[in-house]
């Protein structure tokens, strides 16, 4: 399904004979919240369900990276400006071979400095059990990690690595793109107009409602 034909769509589930007009950008700014409850929806049940991994597969970035900072251990890795949600992060210490990189544990960020400032030696983050949590500054998102992985330099061998998975937010110009091979699978795409149509229709009613308490409220005697 491209584009056009999910604003077909959307026009026959509304029934514009008794709905308001929608312009095709406003149906898209309705589509791209209705794609981003989609994955904010999946992703709930994404460690559970097979259903919501197979849903969620377009959305799924990966990225391998080699480090060659020739100064300084590496304690960041930045995401895609597109981010939505941290899936894993794997870290490899001293190693040329991803395969022998330890998952780190995902935690919020106040687990994440108790445990990197922590004197218990039994509470804190190892090469063996690392920790990992997602910041942001005023630019960009990064996954923060400890213990940081070692840089490129004469005395490192093997510099460390780092590789992640994350959910990727994509818009509507790409889940209903016009080259069937690169848009959502169509079983998606329907599941999205659903939800498209729900918040437009919500929309619709939440102006009505409004429009009554104003209307009752200008009715009212003085």
Same mark, same amino acid.
């Given at each position: 399904?491209?584009?056009?034909?999910?604003?077909?769509?959307?026009?026959?589930?509304?029934?514009? !004979?008794?709905?308001?007009?929608?312009?095709?950008?406003?149906?898209?700014?309705?589509?791209?919240?209705? @794609?981003?409850?989609?994955?904010?929806?999946?992703?709930?049940? #994404?460690?559970?369900? +097979? !259903?919501?991994?197979?849903?969620?597969?377009?959305?799924?970035?990966?990225?391998?990276?080699?480090?060659?900072?020739?100064?300084? &251990?590496?304690?960041?890795?930045?995401?895609?400006?597109?981010?939505?949600?941290?899936?894993?992060?794997?870290? !490899?210490?001293?190693?040329? $071979?991803? %395969?022998?990189?330890?998952?780190?544990?995902?935690?919020?960020?106040?687990?994440?400095?108790?445990?990197?400032?922590? *004197?218990?030696?039994?509470?804190?983050?190892?090469?063996?059990? /690392?920790?990992? #949590?997602?910041? +942001?500054?005023?630019? *960009?998102?990064?996954?923060?990690? $400890?213990?940081? @992985? /070692?840089?490129?330099?004469?005395?490192?061998?093997?510099?460390?690595?780092?590789?992640?998975?994350?959910?990727?937010?994509?818009?509507? %110009?790409?889940?209903?793109?016009?080259?069937?091979?690169?848009?959502? =699978? &169509?079983? #998606? +795409?329907?599941?999205?107009?659903?939800?498209?149509?729900? =918040?437009?229709?919500?929309?619709? &009613?939440?102006?009505?409602?409004?429009?009554?308490?104003?209307?009752?409220? +200008? *009715?009212? /005697?003085?």
């Amino acid at each position: 399904m491209n584009l056009d034909e999910a604003h077909d769509l959307i026009d026959m589930l509304l029934d514009k !004979v008794d709905q308001p007009y929608f312009t095709d950008d406003e149906k898209n700014m309705f589509i791209d919240q209705a @794609i981003s409850a989609f994955i904010n929806g999946h992703y709930q049940f #994404y460690e559970q369900e +097979q !259903v919501s991994r197979d849903a969620l597969a377009s959305f799924i970035y990966y990225s391998g990276k080699n480090n060659t900072d020739d100064t300084w &251990e590496v304690a960041a890795a930045r995401l895609p400006d597109n981010y939505v949600h941290l899936i894993q992060i794997s870290l !490899v210490y001293n190693s040329v $071979s991803y %395969s022998d990189g330890n998952q780190a544990k995902i935690v919020g960020v106040k687990d994440f400095y108790d445990r990197l400032y922590s *004197s218990d030696p039994f509470n804190k983050a190892t090469t063996e059990d /690392p920790i990992a #949590y997602v910041r +942001q500054d005023a630019t *960009s998102t990064y996954i923060g990690f $400890s213990p940081s @992985i /070692p840089a490129a330099d004469a005395d490192v061998t093997n510099p460390g690595k780092y590789r992640y998975n994350c959910l990727v937010f994509k818009d509507h %110009s790409e889940c209903f793109d016009n080259n069937p091979q690169d848009a959502l =699978k &169509e079983l #998606y +795409q329907r599941e999205i107009i659903d939800i498209t149509v729900r =918040k437009m229709i919500g929309n619709i &009613e939440g102006a009505g409602i409004q429009f009554q308490q104003i209307e009752t409220e +200008q *009715s009212k /005697p003085i």
